[in-house]
């Protein structure tokens, strides 16, 4: 116990921080940040698992997270029929060149001598499919595109519960992952990071402009979701019941009937939208506190020692007749298999997908940071350092303005300087992170929860 003093110390004061926000802006907001803090979490986890255990760098978190968001619309939203009548054979086709296209690769590769004349059966393979797959897709693509564009112009997915799209999100960024790790982990540290960049910005690029498959940019909204929707519980007898009875001493002291309708009604409100974040973090708590079962598991188990030792001299872990090549590979699709779900998740709780906002070279970063300040190799640390970057990034500029409130409360409300700060507040919020993250790799360069060896 004496060895996780330092996490729940941590743990206290984040969710002591989310608490007060909740207290003194509003439950909706601090439920809102605390569901984004585990979405982050999910993530982090999946990029320590690769970096942490194993020392692979992988820029490419942006594409797995798309890909996790895609499967939301690919298995949730319901088939549309009129665009599979005239163009869905078509797409069923292409997709049977592609896997044909790969076995045969696969087979020319395996069954023939490596020579120039196996290099030109491969390179014609690769064209004549190509050319197969414009020749029937085209056509396809502008009939699917055509059905009522304003609302529809897709293929649509399945119709199946949104929760089976968590695990198909994992299969489909673990199965990117596979293919990009065969053809990408040979490559040194540096290639590596920008290979995986560049394919997650290719990965983005093409659901963005393939409105086929999930509308492109034009977004898919209203998507499918495991809670309640809050226009149905502010109808509900049962919820409007709850929430007078929850509220009675203070509905009790109004004596106008007509004005204490008016606030429990405002209350329904107020309290749907609760109800509604607090079944979100029931299921995104659950979804994280089973992933830091499983990884701390595996962390401290002989795989777990083996990945450390890989990660910190692959040739000894080789002279030892450990298959570096095997487990880089298996760790890499772990890893983004997490992010996939962590995309899913996110699309879940947004309740639409939009492919514009997945921006690789940006928010790639952010997730490295948080695993940085957390603590890489650690996974109470990443999950902590997902909490931190993500609350800070919300709640800077609202701390911003409070000290510019306070600091300036003896000036005038039309003094120049006090507007110009009160106007600029929003801007503090790379002011206050960038000192934070300063501070905390200072004084905590291994992050806030490093990572401990435990001897077993």
Not at 271 to 278: E, F, G, H, I, N
């Given at each position: 116990m004496r060895q996780y003093t330092n996490v729940i110390t941590a743990y206290l004061i984040m969710f002591t921080l989310i608490i007060l926000v909740g207290i003194f802006q509003s439950w909706s907001i601090a439920l809102t940040i605390l569901n984004y803090c585990l979405i982050s979490a999910v993530m982090t986890i999946g990029a320590n698992i690769q970096w942490?255990?194993?020392?692979?760098?992988?820029?490419?978190?942006?594409?797995?997270?798309?890909?996790?968001?895609?499967?939301?619309?690919?298995?949730?939203?319901?088939?549309v029929g009129e665009a599979w009548r005239v163009g869905g054979l078509n797409m069923m086709i292409c997709l049977g060149v592609i896997v044909g296209m790969v076995f045969?690769?696969?087979?020319?590769?395996?069954?023939?001598?490596?020579?120039?004349n196996r290099n030109y059966l491969v390179a014609a393979i690769i064209i004549i499919g190509i050319l197969l797959l414009r020749l029937i897709s085209e056509p396809a693509i502008e009939s699917i595109e055509a059905v009522e564009p304003a609302k529809t112009g897709f293929l649509g997915g399945l119709g199946l519960p949104v929760l089976f799209s968590w695990i198909a999100g994992a299969f489909l960024a673990g199965g990117l992952a596979f293919v990009v790790g065969k053809v990408a982990l040979g490559l040194r540290a540096d290639y590596l990071a920008i290979a995986t960049l560049l394919i997650a910005e290719i990965v983005v690029s093409i659901i963005k402009?393939?409105?086929?498959?999930a509308r492109g940019v034009k977004n898919v909204?209203?998507?499918?979701?495991p809670a309640p929707y809050e226009i149905n519980l502010q109808q509900s007898p049962w919820f409007i019941d709850l929430v007078e009875k929850f509220h009675s001493g203070k509905l009790a002291l109004i004596n106008s009937v007509s004005e204490k309708q008016e606030v429990l009604k405002q209350l329904v409100i107020d309290a749907s939208s609760v109800y509604v974040k607090l079944c979100f973090t029931g299921l995104f708590l659950t979804v994280v506190i089973i992933l830091l079962i499983v990884t701390q598991k595996a962390l401290y188990s002989p795989w777990g020692r083996m990945m450390r030792a890989i990660r910190d001299n692959e040739e000894a872990a080789g002279a030892m007749g450990k298959n570096v090549v095997k487990q880089h590979l298996l760790i890499f699709i772990l890893g983004s298999a997490i992010v996939g779900i962590?995309?899913?998740?996110?699309v879940t709780n947004d309740g639409l997908f939009t492919p514009g906002s997945y921006r690789p070279m940006r928010y790639t970063f952010v997730i490295w940071v948080m695993v940085i300040v957390g603590g890489t190799g650690n996974n109470f640390g990443a999950i902590l350092g997902g909490f931190v970057v993500w609350f800070l990034w919300v709640e800077a500029a609202p701390?911003?303005?409070f000290f510019i409130n306070l600091f300036t409360a003896h000036l005038p409300e039309t003094n120049e300087i006090r507007v110009h700060l009160i106007n600029s507040a929003p801007y503090f919020r790379f002011l206050v992170i960038g000192t934070a993250l300063l501070v905390i790799m200072r004084f905590r360069p291994q992050g806030i929860l490093p990572e401990k060896i435990i001897k077993n």
């Amino acid at each position: 116990m004496r060895q996780y003093t330092n996490v729940i110390t941590a743990y206290l004061i984040m969710f002591t921080l989310i608490i007060l926000v909740g207290i003194f802006q509003s439950w909706s907001i601090a439920l809102t940040i605390l569901n984004y803090c585990l979405i982050s979490a999910v993530m982090t986890i999946g990029a320590n698992i690769q970096w942490g255990y194993a020392g692979l760098i992988n820029f490419g978190i942006m594409g797995y997270t798309a890909l996790g968001g895609l499967a939301v619309v690919l298995i949730s939203v319901a088939p549309v029929g009129e665009a599979w009548r005239v163009g869905g054979l078509n797409m069923m086709i292409c997709l049977g060149v592609i896997v044909g296209m790969v076995f045969s690769i696969r087979l020319t590769l395996k069954k023939i001598a490596k020579s120039k004349n196996r290099n030109y059966l491969v390179a014609a393979i690769i064209i004549i499919g190509i050319l197969l797959l414009r020749l029937i897709s085209e056509p396809a693509i502008e009939s699917i595109e055509a059905v009522e564009p304003a609302k529809t112009g897709f293929l649509g997915g399945l119709g199946l519960p949104v929760l089976f799209s968590w695990i198909a999100g994992a299969f489909l960024a673990g199965g990117l992952a596979f293919v990009v790790g065969k053809v990408a982990l040979g490559l040194r540290a540096d290639y590596l990071a920008i290979a995986t960049l560049l394919i997650a910005e290719i990965v983005v690029s093409i659901i963005k402009h393939e409105d086929w498959l999930a509308r492109g940019v034009k977004n898919v909204i209203g998507l499918k979701r495991p809670a309640p929707y809050e226009i149905n519980l502010q109808q509900s007898p049962w919820f409007i019941d709850l929430v007078e009875k929850f509220h009675s001493g203070k509905l009790a002291l109004i004596n106008s009937v007509s004005e204490k309708q008016e606030v429990l009604k405002q209350l329904v409100i107020d309290a749907s939208s609760v109800y509604v974040k607090l079944c979100f973090t029931g299921l995104f708590l659950t979804v994280v506190i089973i992933l830091l079962i499983v990884t701390q598991k595996a962390l401290y188990s002989p795989w777990g020692r083996m990945m450390r030792a890989i990660r910190d001299n692959e040739e000894a872990a080789g002279a030892m007749g450990k298959n570096v090549v095997k487990q880089h590979l298996l760790i890499f699709i772990l890893g983004s298999a997490i992010v996939g779900i962590a995309g899913a998740m996110m699309v879940t709780n947004d309740g639409l997908f939009t492919p514009g906002s997945y921006r690789p070279m940006r928010y790639t970063f952010v997730i490295w940071v948080m695993v940085i300040v957390g603590g890489t190799g650690n996974n109470f640390g990443a999950i902590l350092g997902g909490f931190v970057v993500w609350f800070l990034w919300v709640e800077a500029a609202p701390i911003a303005l409070f000290f510019i409130n306070l600091f300036t409360a003896h000036l005038p409300e039309t003094n120049e300087i006090r507007v110009h700060l009160i106007n600029s507040a929003p801007y503090f919020r790379f002011l206050v992170i960038g000192t934070a993250l300063l501070v905390i790799m200072r004084f905590r360069p291994q992050g806030i929860l490093p990572e401990k060896i435990i001897k077993n």
